[in-house]
């Protein structure tokens, strides 16, 4: 089936850190969105993404859909401890009938 | 306003045994999903369904049946459950497109963690 890459896998900073994470794909996508998920939750939708180049922020959160349609990136500024979890990126295709890909997950981790 | 809520929070089961995981959406969304979550992994979509009485196979249906019987309720049963289907299940719901609002947004319920020995 469809695949996204997301990349990193995880990721130890420090507090304070600005964090930078992203997926990949070979599809082209319409929308994209990332979401945050907790220990023990469900994930939560942070940023959705609907056109080529767009650049959406919530807060310390940055989000791009890429140019070719086929990438998107999360930056995290001046990283808190509240940040720890996992990110994921997801994507609806151009021809889906509203099914989403996901990627498999960012794991944040801050040192103490 | 709940959101989207599961029931049973957690379950164990033994092979062999059947059991129904219940999600619930006061939203009126239209959409509704239920996916299976493994370590290291993604979010897998077991089954969909775009509105009452309508259910479609997603990624990973194999092993699992869904109804749809009223617009705020899905149902995903596991008739004969087995270890490869321990995993942490997720329902979401999201609003229909023709609207106002984007139906790529789902949101989704707290998780059913299920044990199969």
């Known amino acids: 089936g469809q695949q996204l890459n997301q990349s990193p896998q995880s990721m130890f900073i420090q507090e304070g850190e600005d964090v930078s994470m992203n997926c990949t794909s070979s599809s082209i996508f319409n929308t994209w969105l990332w979401y945050k998920q907790d220990p023990g939750e469900g994930p939560v939708l942070l940023i959705a993404?609907?056109?080529a180049g767009e650049l959406t922020s919530n807060g310390r959160l940055t989000a791009q859909f890429g140019i070719t349609r086929k990438d998107s990136f999360l930056n995290i500024s001046a990283s808190i401890p509240s940040d720890v979890g996992i990110y994921f990126c997801a994507g609806q295709l151009w021809d889906s009938n509203y099914q989403l890909i996901w990627g498999a997950g960012t794991k944040l981790i801050i040192k103490p | 306003n709940a959101g989207v809520t599961q029931t049973p929070k957690f379950r164990v089961l033994k092979t062999g045994q059947s059991m129904t995981l219940l999600c619930a959406q006061d939203?009126?969304?239209?959409?509704m999903y239920w996916y299976r979550q493994d370590p290291g992994m993604g979010l897998r979509l077991i089954h969909y369904?775009?509105?009452?009485?309508?259910?479609a196979k997603g990624e990973v249906p194999d092993g699992y049946n869904v109804s749809r019987l009223k617009k705020q309720n899905f149902l995903l049963g596991l008739e004969s459950a087995a270890p490869s289907q321990t995993s942490v299940y997720f329902c979401?719901?999201?609003?229909?497109?023709?609207?106002?609002?984007?139906?790529?947004?789902?949101?989704f319920g707290p998780g059913t963690r299920l044990t199969v020995t």
């Open positions: 939203m009126n969304h239209e959409y």
């Open positions: 993404l609907y056109k």
């Open positions: 979401a719901s999201s609003y229909s497109a023709g609207g106002p609002f984007l139906p790529y947004e789902q949101y």
């Open positions: 369904s775009v509105g009452e009485g309508t259910t």
